[in-house]
């Protein structure tokens, strides 16, 4: 969903730096009628997590803090001569930044795809839903694909199926982010999942009051 840095290889001339065509464009050209599993995660876990995950040395809760710091200025000195969407799209802006804060702007990129696909071909689920219940995410799932009811055997096996991408041990042991970088990632983000909620028509995109996902 995120993932459409090509685009400027082929339109590197469009207005004001926007892509005019992304990769839902394609996809509708193809597939008018296709249906849209997307999983969000709280975009300040998802962005320590990403850090952790792709870094490969000295990582730690004060260099993400100085990685955030410069990401948010880059950023911010982009939205002052560009749009929102030129920026979120700005794929030498996105290689620049050292952490990947553009991925958690969900808005943006649902906003998006809903110019081209209808609302109700689209499941938005969170991350943290289907960990602490992925039972209920799944029974979602076999619903909205029409795939019938989801039997116990089947549902058996996805309970017992090991998560995939959790975090290493040594990345355990560097603790939290700083509750400073937390705020300011909070408070980045927090109009950005406003609008999202909205859209949505679910609170639970706000991601208040969450725990931890490892």
């Not at 995950?53 to 730690?60: E, P, V």
């Not at 995410?137 to 089947?154: A, C, I, N, R, Y």
Request: glycine share 2%; with cysteine; aromatic share 14%.
């Amino acid at each position: 969903m995120w993932d459409n840095n090509a685009w400027v290889y082929f339109y590197d001339n469009a207005t004001n730096g926007e892509p005019p065509f992304l990769t839902q464009d394609f996809v509708h050209a193809v597939q008018p009628d296709a249906k849209f599993i997307v999983m969000l995660r709280d975009p300040v876990e998802r962005l320590y997590s990403d850090y952790l995950y792709f870094g490969i040395a000295n990582k730690s809760a004060e260099d993400f803090h100085e990685k955030v710091s410069e990401s948010l200025q880059l950023f911010e000195g982009c939205l002052l001569e560009f749009s929102m969407r030129s920026c979120v799209y700005n794929t030498t802006l996105n290689n620049a930044m050292p952490v990947r804060l553009q991925v958690g702007l969900y808005i943006v990129y649902i906003l998006d795809w809903l110019t081209v696909f209808q609302r109700d071909q689209m499941l938005v689920l969170r991350l943290e839903d289907h960990a602490s219940n992925r039972k209920y995410t799944m029974h979602k799932v076999f619903d909205f694909l029409s795939l019938g009811p989801l039997t116990e055997q089947k549902e058996a096996e996805i309970t017992k199926s090991p998560a995939s991408n959790t975090r290493r041990p040594a990345d355990k042991n560097l603790g939290p982010m700083l509750p400073i970088t937390r705020e300011i990632l909070k408070d980045f983000y927090s109009p950005f999942n406003e609008k999202l909620a909205k859209v949505l028509k679910n609170d639970s995109f706000l991601w208040e009051n969450l725990a931890n996902i490892m």
